[in-house]
């Protein structure tokens, strides 16, 4: 049986993690006709200062497949999903954001282009639903000029929602980089690329951590 991992970095999410779990089970677990895969799903608290660890913490003690790290502060989704990355065991990995603006249904597309021979399967945004005007022109500028001066190309509104192989998944451990980007790596590594599409949402509750300052 394949394995996979999903792995969700998550700080200060006691908002979303409930809906989560309910469609992580619904969409993901439930749907897992005939046990054909092995699904272990590995949160990152990135040091929470709400009750997202005690949430998760109640479903690793329900469930076989739930499994957490937990971080001693707040060290950004970066290191949140380096950390995951570095612990999963499948033979894909998936991050995936925890407040389901990635729609968890896309998990399945994913598995179907990798069985039929991606190493990766980017997960691509069509629609910027909950984003303003210049939010949006910051990051085409953004894409615009990396992809002017980097010699390995950035795939346009790809985010860290993607599968990756665990051939890709080795190779991304083995770097020494500290500094991270992960979308960067992603693209660094090379393999055989595929993706997948969706609409952005809004997330389910609380609050983006990013703001203009850091994009
Ligand atoms: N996140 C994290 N550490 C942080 C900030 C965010 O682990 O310091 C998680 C967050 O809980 C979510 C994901 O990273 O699961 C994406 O964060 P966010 O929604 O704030 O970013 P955006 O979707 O606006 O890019
Ligand atoms: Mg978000």
Partial sequence: MKSISLVVPVYNEEES???????LDDIILKKNDAEKYDFEVLFIDDGSRDASLALIKAQADASDH???ISFSRNFGKEAALSA???HAT????IPIDADLQHPLELVW?????????????????DK?????????????GFYKSINKISEIPLIENAGDFRLLDKQVV???RELPENNLFMKGLFSWVGFKVDTVHFED????????????WKL
């Fill in 84 to 86: 995951g990355i570095r």
């Fill in 66 to 68: 739930i499994k957490y």
């Fill in 109 to 125: 597309e994913m598995l179907d282009k990798w069985e039929r021979g991606a190493d990766m399967v980017v997960g691509v945004r």
């Fill in 170 to 172: 080795s190779v991304i």
């Fill in 90 to 93: 499948g033979d894909a990995v």
């Fill in 17 to 23: 993690l409930p809906l989560f779990f309910t469609r």
């Fill in 128 to 140: 910027r639903s909950d984003e303003g005007f210049l939010k949006k022109k910051i990051t085409k």
């Fill in 201 to 212: 949402k809004p997330r389910q509750g609380g609050k983006t951590t990013w703001n203009y």
